[in-house]
């Protein structure tokens, strides 16, 4: 679907997969007017096909939008042009047990100049890619590097906002992380290097205590994290099991230190492609530690449990998070 000054939106299109002709002075190429989302399809048993809250993706693609001087593009819209695409394919992989499709809505600028002002033109579309399960052979859990080195974000910036820019302003600290043996970055705010915003792709949950008891938290959305989806979905879901769930501030400190007098039970990450990922160690240039026993703790668990099965059609979709395709 196109969009230029004056016209609005025009010219959606189904089409093949297909190459783009780019032009060299792609105002996109230049000064970086990108915004994406990323949305799972999942075919349940019955045959029926459904996306987990796209309309949620669609708003957050309108606020990334706005951020990078773009224009929004309705709910509706966006939403049909996932259905449509869904619709089309054929791609679900053959036997595999859990059955789901990554869509990626993105939109880029296609004017061609070279001043620096935002584009007159731009350029919505939708591409698919086959998803069988995250973690083929059980749930595993993951180490992080905590980079104080680098920041993806601060204040003002477009932390908030799903932007090509703020990936490939992680790309050095992610190699970081693996030269160091670590599958993760883990932000911290840009003035203090100090409170814990986010992983690379995924929000953060931090477990104090255990059973029925447990608190949980997760970082308060500042501007410079991204508001994730999984996470939203997950306040609710861990207040529906009655557990004490707040949204606030942890420093690194705070984790060493919970972790060392056992206050911190478990950690994890939850985002729209592994949808909860236990957090087992933790390193910096300072110091290591280990989460809770390393593995995946019960919260973790359940709430994983919780979620998957509303998204694959094994529970029942009490918040109405799903929505019907086919
Ligand atoms: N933070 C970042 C930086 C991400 O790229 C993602 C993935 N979209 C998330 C968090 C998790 O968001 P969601 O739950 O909507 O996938």
Known sequence: IRWSEGRGWHDAQLTPYASLDIDPANM?????????EGLKAYRHADGSIVTFRPEENAKRFQASARRLAMPEIPVELFVEACDALVKQDRAWVPGAEEQSLYLRPFMFATEVGLGVRPSNEFLFMVIAS??????????????????KEYVRAAPGGTGAAKCAGNYAAS?????QAAEQGCDQVVWLDANERR??????????????????G???????????LLPGITRASLLRLAEDR??????GKISVE?????????????VFACGTAAVITPVGSVKSTDA???VGDGGAGPVTMELRKALTDIQTGNAADTHDWLHKIV
């Open 28 to 36: 996109t190429l230049h000064y970086g007017q990108s915004i994406f």
């Open 288 to 290: 290591s530690w280990t």
């Open 254 to 266: 705070d984790w060493q230190a919970g972790t060392a007098d056992g206050s911190i039970t478990e």
């Open 171 to 175: 790309l050095v600290a992610q190699a």
């Open 130 to 147: 086959p998803a069988g399960a995250y973690f083929a052979g059980g749930v595993k859990p993951v180490s992080v590097w905590l980079s």
């Open 242 to 247: 009655g557990y004490a769930v707040e949204e």
């Open 214 to 224: 447990a608190r949980i938290l997760t970082p308060s959305l500042t501007g410079s």
């Open 195 to 212: 409170w814990i915003e986010e992983m690379g792709g995924m929000n953060l949950y931090f477990v104090q205590g255990s059973g029925p």
